[in-house]
């Protein structure tokens, strides 16, 4: 019997160094199939019997089918009508169980790839299958989102401790809230800035806003309080100048008065207090100087010297005006025409008018304070 080189091989030795026996069946497709029985005394491609590589082949058969029983959620169908991976693998299987058969060293390819097939569909989700990595459903992972971004749940993490200043006697009454956690509230007084600081929580932007809503009422409370700070001091100030300023002046015009009046009393008391006693020395001098200004006072040829100063004053007053009225006129050229010698002299005129003037002022002044004196002495004032 010849044998082609794509037929069915006849009976004899095999490519894998085993005796076959072939046998022809009607395919159900029409085409002639072989069925190979394998000697099992012959080895393999890779130096085992034919017995151990199908038995191998069963087991493997048989683990497939328990993953599969294992996992029912590969072959469940899709919603457009089919499998996921399109259709079931048993009847492909029962198919190829002959061919294995006729060909180990294929069918051997063949389960290795139909094993890893299972780990590779393991990988991508489907609906209804558990994950292997203990991974939370997305149910649940949906509802942990939501809950940390919502503000009224305890688990969000939109909470954040502000601190407010607070007195030191009162920290010891602060407590945290209901709502709050003892140990996040623990915490974030142990990492308060300063001593009199005390944590205050604020959840969700709305408490942020709320926030800042009293900070800024209670700046618009402080700057009115200031205010009226400021309109009290304009007051006080306004009645300082209106009125005890007035008052503190009235006081010491009253005071100098009293202080004269006490002066007057005190010269009287101790002139009743030495009445009938001779005069010392120093008393007996001061009588005699104040003798002898009461007489220069009363000398008439005082008060001629006295007139005869005061005409010669309105004299020089009167020359000097003219003078000046004399320079403006003549404007700038004539002040230029004027010699240096004439200026000089009238310079050395007016310094020595002047000199006069200051002597005879100061003589004024010592004469008429030693008449108040006098006269203060002589006519002491009535109580």
Avoid at 349 to 371: M, R
């Amino acid at each position: 019997m010849s044998t082609s080189l794509f037929g069915a091989p006849r009976g004899g030795t095999s490519l894998f160094g085993s005796n076959t026996a072939t046998a022809t069946t009607p395919s159900p497709f029409g085409q002639p199939t072989t069925n190979t029985a394998s000697n099992t005394n012959t080895g393999s491609l890779f130096g085992q019997p034919a017995n151990q590589q199908q038995q191998q082949q069963q087991q493997q058969q048989q683990q497939q089918q328990q993953q599969q029983q294992q996992n029912p959620g590969i072959q469940q169908s899709t919603p457009f009508g089919g499998s996921l991976f399109a259709q079931s693998q048993p009847p492909q299987q029962q198919q190829q169980q002959p061919q294995q058969q006729a060909n180990p060293a294929a069918s051997t390819f063949l389960s290795a790839s139909q094993a890893a097939a299972p780990q590779r569909s393991s990988l991508i989700w489907e609906p209804g299958r558990e994950s292997s990595h203990n991974q939370k459903p997305i149910t649940e992972q949906i509802e942990g989102i939501w809950n940390k971004w919502n503000p009224g749940n305890p688990n969000t993490v939109f909470k954040y401790y502000f601190y407010n200043k607070v007195d030191q006697s009162r920290v010891p009454f602060y407590q945290p809230s209901p709502g709050e956690d003892p140990r996040e509230w623990e915490q974030a007084v142990h990492d308060k800035p300063a001593p009199g600081y005390m944590p205050a929580l604020a959840t969700g932007f709305k408490a942020i806003a709320d926030r800042l809503l009293t900070q800024k009422t209670i700046l618009g409370q402080y700057n009115q309080a200031l205010h009226q700070i400021n309109a009290q001091l304009d007051q006080i100030l306004s009645q300082h100048d209106l009125q005890t300023s007035v008052r503190a002046l009235n006081a010491r015009r009253k005071h100098a008065i009293l202080r004269q009046r006490c002066l007057a009393l005190a010269s009287r008391v101790q002139v009743l207090r030495n009445r009938g006693y001779a005069l010392d020395k120093e008393e007996d001098e001061l009588k005699t100087k104040l003798d002898s200004l009461d007489r220069r006072m009363s000398d008439p040829a005082l008060s001629a010297r006295t007139e005869e100063l005061w005409s010669r004053l309105i004299l020089l007053r009167g020359y000097a005006d003219s003078l000046r009225n004399e320079i403006n006129n003549r404007g700038a050229e004539a002040q230029e025409g004027l010699g240096e010698e004439v200026e000089a002299k009238a310079k050395k005129i007016l310094e020595d008018y002047d000199k006069q003037l200051q002597t005879l002022k100061a003589q004024v002044e010592t004469i008429k304070k030693d008449y108040e004196e006098w006269e203060a002495d002589r006519n002491p004032p009535a109580k």
